[in-house]
């Protein structure tokens, strides 16, 4: 999964396996948004591999991945940025 | 409609039950997610974005007003209180746990819906024309041939692992309203010396291959239809690629093999595999007929409502089509008011619906390919009243097939495939143009917007298309003009150069202006106009422009 990765700092998330909720990876473990989450050296990459591994053997996550962050330490992409804080759109 | 047969009920109940154990083993770690991902995709269980995404089967998109009420009530209590109707004729939810997920199916399963086989790699749902069996064209209602093929694909167990999804439509009509070129097989009900049979088109498809089905028979008798089906999927199955998932689609296969070769091919399989229990006798047929007689409506001198109020007038002309018995009319439902998600309904709209189903149309509901509803047979002395209570829902926008009546996927506000967000275009263009006057002045025109070139969207095949692309990060959207879903179908040609999110509304608007220069008449419409003077008319008048703003 890190092979690809380029830039220099990460986050590490997932969706929740029950309610398909989208996670961060904090000192607290999985919580629902970025800001506690913990940011991550491409070094250190390796080792929050054997984190998701662990928690999706657990049943508690799926579908782990690591978030791009830019030079300011925000979210990179447009689709991790939705993932993050949700909807873009008035739904109703 | 169609009625649950016991074995229908059984293989629902027993699937449902089958589901829940693997949810249970899937939550108690007996199965890893690599082991349950294609028994959940199997059930129409996705994980999009932010969720799971569960995708209900509409048949035919045909609703009762008890299934819609279900909808309704399971938008509710398992989802976030809307659903959203899709280019094929189904419903998702877009926020289900995967607890609840058996429920959902149980609650399903107690008005005949299930979501087996709308997703994967086999048959999916069955599509059809929304206005079958209501106009006097028709040659045939395509619906019991619809559940003839629903019946036999169900849990079909040579194609249930594919080369990839398939889908098939079938229409009556000549009039082409279920994109059936752009479809895997396509079925049209002919008639030929007063004989009815089908003319079978293959190989259609959009994504990021897009093909025009090609006809590879022009006469099909009825009692041979399910066996020539098993020969085209049979040929497909042995033929198709399975080493890369850009190239596994039937549309793939045609074109590489030549038309002419496939159906030498579909033609040998026909001849040998053909068997006797797949024919269909009259019997069997009429059995499925019944099922889908009309109700009991009639005849009579009534037209629809004279009255002085203007928006009641503007719905009435753009929302309403007549009904082949007289003194009845068909109303479609614009689920693209402006400023709201296309095909979305909220929970109470659902409800609603079904109670006025109940009360002017026989608690029927359809659902076109264009995310759009429609009351099938509504007595035209009702129909002010009808539109009343449909404005109170805000579900009576004047807009059927104008340049508001967008087709879009869910783009990046919810899909995990998508590169650019769809929905916030479409909005855009509503909110553009807004007012009855103006779009009734630009006329008949289909805007279909993707967000991302798998064309959930249907782009290629809108007379504007509009793709949305990941450009370094930023989202663009890249114009096609000359589409066509209709019976002449057609690709749509790239313009040039894309636009920004930003620079995208005023291209249209002068794409748009480029055409009424060009109008020859008030009725002639876009697409007329742009086979006429061509793409190279537009692209001047929009980059010309655009260079002499920057």
Known sequence: MTKKLKGDFFLLSANELQSGKVVFYTKKGWLPNSNKAIKIHRDDLSKYDDIFKKDEEKCIIISAKFVELDESGKIKTLRDKIRDSGLTIKIK | MYKYSNIDKKIIADRTKQFQNQVERRLNGKLTEEEFKPLRLMNGLYLQLHAYMLRVAIPYGELSS????????????????????????NIQFNWPKLPEVPEILDQLSEVEMHAIQTSGNCIRNISSDHLAGLTAEEVEDPRPWCEIIRKWSTFHPEFSFLPRKFKIAVTGCLEDRTALLVHDIGLRLIKKNNVIGFEVFVGGGQGRTPHIAKMIRSFLSKKDLLNYLEAILTTY???????????????????ELGVQKFKSLVE?????????KLKLDKNTINDIFNFFKLPKLKYSSNKLPISKNKKFNEWKQQNTLPHKIS???????????????????????MQELANISDDFSFGEIRVTHEQNLVLPHVNNTQIYQLWQQLDILKLATPNIGLISDTICCPGMDYCALATARSIP???????????????KSIGDIKIKISGCIN???????????????????EEFYQITLGGSAKEDAAIGQIIGPSFSEKKLISAIRRIIKTYRKNKKNASEDFLSVFRRIGI??????????????N
């Open chain 2, 425 to 439: 275009i479409s909005q855009k263009i509503g909110n553009n143009f807004k007012k009855y006057f103006d779009q």
């Open chain 2, 327 to 349: 003194g009845y009319s068909i109303v479609l439902i614009s689920l693209k008011p402006p400023g709201k998600p296309p095909g979305d309904a909220d929970s109470r709209q």
């Open chain 2, 268 to 276: 040998k399989n026909f001849v040998k595999f053909s068997n006797e």
């Open chain 2, 66 to 89: 008890t299934q819609l009420r279900k909808l309704a009530f399971i938008a509710d209590k398992f989802d976030r209180g809307y659903g959203h109707f899709t280019t094929r004729q």
């Open chain 2, 536 to 549: 190279e008319a537009f692209k001047k008048d929009l980059y010309d422009n655009t260079r002499k703003k």
């Open chain 2, 237 to 255: 199955n042995q033929l198709g690629r399975r080493d890369n998932i850009y190239k596994a689609r039937i549309k793939i296969l045609v074109n």
């Open chain 2, 455 to 473: 064309a959930c969207g249907h782009h290629h095949v809108g007379n504007i298309g509009i793709l949305g692309l990941d450009r370094n990060g």
